[in-house]
């Protein structure tokens, strides 16, 4: 299974090969892991490769956090994205921009 952005085809990463891990979570199979290039890569945990990336916001992804099919980022541009991880194909569901970058996003107890 493959997991793409709506629309787009699997695209090299936006700032080269060479990256800076800002934050990763676990979710399901995959990894997804946040970059200072501002896009979310994404590693197959069972077949160890890289699968596909992202790119979300400008100045990097600071923070995220994974809540069941949701996947929410907060960026140095300050903007707070929310993509939808259902399926094989990811949406852009909603964004906020802030006056500041974000530099921490979590969820309540309660989710």
Known sequence: MQYFLKSDVCQLPNTGLIRQYTFAK???????????????????????IYRASMPLTSNGILCGCVDSDFLYVGGGDGKVKKVALAGGSWTLTHEAQLDSRVMSVNLSNDG
């Open 26 to 48: 676990v979710q399901g199979d995959m990894l997804l892991a946040g970059t200072t290039g501002g896009e979310i890569c994404v590693f197959s945990l069972a077949s160890a």
